[in-house]
């Protein structure tokens, strides 16, 4: 049996995660994914009101989950 959240209710927010590489203007290059709503585009993420993007990336084997600022970002596109 599913309990509701208390809080939240029933609620679900679907996500969609978006294979990136960014740039950050420390020169260090990142290969990963971002978080975002289903009916979201990419361009809406980086040029919405949210400070931090929600990240993850997997480095030498190691899956890592953080938060990026978004004001260090230089280049930011969309693997295909």
Known sequence: ????NPILGDVVIQKKSVS???ELSTGKKISGNVFM???QRLQ????GDRTFLP?????????EYFLLNKSFIIYFQEKI
């Open 44 to 47: 809406d993420l980086i040029n």
């Open 20 to 22: 990136v590489l960014i």
């Open 37 to 39: 709503s289903a009916n």
């Open 55 to 63: 990240v993850q990336s997997n480095n030498d084997g190691q899956v």
């Open 1 to 4: 049996m599913r309990m509701a």
